[in-house]
């Protein structure tokens, strides 16, 4: 992530111990940002707006388990920023109730840096 | 919630519009010919889903939460797949969305990687992403 630009971004956290294909994932990652969109737009609004007009900005992460996932959505919710996190319906793939991804934001990047700054990103 | 949106609440007319009952989707069709990795793909997926649910109307929307929001991933062959397929979307009347990449990563700017159709019934969708195959 640049440090100059301070825009507002999306940031989606997969899990790494989970093999999903690539369009579950992606699916997933569609349940996320729709979920965080949404709630956003009602809460936060202006800088829902921001993030709109700054290209909607999306970011796909990774952490390596499940502990860590609800460590890092606790600290989001602590931090006051909007989070989403997605159990998936299990009709394919994984069994049901399967904790698949979490969003954060969108929120300014510096804020977001201090969470997610240790992840790596989706290859 | 202020006094007056309160009364607006009580007394506005329900909302007319009306959506046929049934099973409600969104497809996402991938451009392939572009060769992103799984995370951009993501990404772009999320920017799709994002766009159509922004651009669908409050009756759609709330038919297509109660089928779940499900959402498929379909493979494009190309630019030229794509536009093509928003284009019959549209003149079936369903609705449809684009997404342009900014190109910061990976692909060069302006790339046509996404063409979301719907919010709609799973029988229209059929019609137009119905021999797509899964992502």
């Known amino acids: 992530m640049s440090a100059t630009d301070d825009g507002p971004t999306m940031v989606l956290v997969t899990r790494a111990d989970l093999t999903l294909s690539t ?3 992606a699916a997933q990652c569609a349940h996320a940002a729709v979920d965080c969109a949404l709630v956003a737009k009602r809460s936060a609004s202006r800088l829902f707006e921001r993030w709109k007009a700054g290209g909607a900005r999306k970011i796909v992460l990774q952490c390596d388990t499940l502990e860590e996932m609800k460590r890092l959505y606790g600290a ?3 931090a006051n920023l909007v989070t989403s996190m997605i159990k998936d319906a299990g009709h394919t793939e994984i069994p049901s109730g399967t904790i698949t991804v979490i969003g954060i934001g969108p929120s300014p990047r510096r804020s977001m840096e201090a969470l997610t700054g ?4 989706v290859r | 919630m202020g006094i007056r949106s309160f009364i607006h609440r009580l007394t506005a007319p329900p909302i007319k519009e009306h959506v046929p009952a049934g099973n409600y989707k969104l497809a996402i069709v991938v451009n392939n010919a572009l060769k992103m990795k799984k995370g951009k793909i993501a990404a ?3 920017h799709g889903a994002v766009s159509a649910t ?3 109307s409050p009756a759609l929307l709330d038919a297509w939460f109660s089928s779940g929001q499900a959402k ?4 494009g062959d190309g630019d030229e797949h794509l536009l093509q397929l928003k284009k ?4 079936s009347g369903l609705p449809a969305v684009k997404i342009r990449d900014a190109g910061r990563t990976q692909i060069p700017a302006g790339s046509l ?4 159709i719907g919010p709609a019934l799973k029988e229209d969708l059929e019609t137009i992403t119905g021999d797509l195959k899964l992502l």
């Open chain 2, 44 to 46: 772009q997926v999320g």
């Open chain 2, 72 to 75: 498929i991933c379909l493979k």
């Open chain 2, 54 to 56: 922004l651009a669908s």
């Open chain 2, 113 to 116: 990687t996404i063409v979301a």
């Open chain 1, 118 to 121: 240790e992840l790596k990103l």
């Open chain 1, 76 to 78: 989001a919710q602590k």
């Open chain 1, 23 to 25: 369009g579950k994932l």
């Open chain 2, 88 to 91: 019959k979307a549209e003149q």
